[in-house]
Antibody
Framework: EVQVVESGGGLVQPGGSLRLSCAASGFSVSDNYMNWVRQAPGKGLQWVSL???????YYADSVKGRFSMSRDISKNTVYLQMNSLRDEDTAVYYCARDPNGYFSFESWGQGTLVTVSS | EIVMTQSPATLSVSPGERATLSCRASQSVSTNLVWYQQKPGQAPRLLIY???TRATGIPDRFSGSGSGTEFTLTISSLQSEDFAVYYCQQFNYWPPITFGQGTRLEIK
């Protein structure tokens, strides 16, 4: 069964850092496009980042230079390192799998909540 | 950045009736358009990709149409489980991949 499970969310002060994890099962992260999508409380969906099967990464302008996406193939896990966090980064962060490179997100985790507040 | 605009913001429809949701792109995205459904407290669920192709396991009462800048998601006969928020998403010009702001489909 295909599954992704996010972890690592929590409360952090502005300017702080956090690393989110997305553990995959039932498929290999190295064979899929993996994405992070976030949703601020009561708001819509916002794409954050993508890692290609080949390892290239792409980011939304709002997080470029502050967030970094990576993966550990041996652990079948992708990560989102978030630095210099701002109030507006408060959101539920979802890990989403795109198995075909069609930029349609077929499998999602349950999300992990990141709250940036002093 | 491509801006996706969904209308209406809220749509009230009775069970058994047809619902028509719209999504407009600020410039042509061809058929590189995806639809999701999201229920409260849940992750989004993929419904439609390539503007009109149903994802695996999606009932045939859901259909997508359109190309260029105008797209429509139609639910032919609403079931109780269909009341949710629906999002469109484009990937023709990326990064960034962009979503519409959502349409809330509520019971009339």
């Amino acid at each position: 069964e295909v599954q992704v499970v996010e972890s690592g969310g929590g409360l952090v002060q502005p300017g702080g850092s956090l690393r989110l994890s997305c553990a995959a099962s039932g498929f290999s992260v190295s064979d899929n496009y993996m994405n992070w999508v976030r949703q601020a409380p009561g708001k819509g969906l916002q794409w954050v980042s993508l890692i290609y099967s080949g390892g290239s990464t792409y980011y939304a302008d709002s997080v470029k230079g502050r967030f970094s996406m990576s993966r550990d193939i041996s652990k079948n896990t992708v990560y989102l390192q978030m630095n210099s966090l701002r109030d507006e980064d408060t959101a539920v962060y979802y890990c989403a799998r795109d198995p075909n490179g069609y930029f349609s997100f077929e499998s999602w985790g349950q999300g992990t909540l990141v709250t940036v507040s002093s | 950045e491509i801006v996706m605009t969904q209308s209406p913001a809220t749509l009230s429809v009775s069970p058994g009736e047809r619902a028509t949701l719209s999504c407009r792109a600020s410039q042509s995205v061809s058929t590189n358009l995806v639809w999701y459904q999201q229920k409260p407290g849940q992750a989004p669920r993929l419904l439609i990709y390539d503007a009109s192709t149903r994802a695996t396991g999606i009932p045939d009462r859901f259909s997508g149409s359109g190309s260029g800048t105008e797209f429509t998601l139609t639910i032919s006969s609403l079931q109780s489980e269909d009341f949710a928020v629906y999002y469109c998403q484009q990937f023709n010009y990326w990064p960034p991949i962009t979503f519409g702001q959502g349409t809330r489909l509520e019971i009339k």
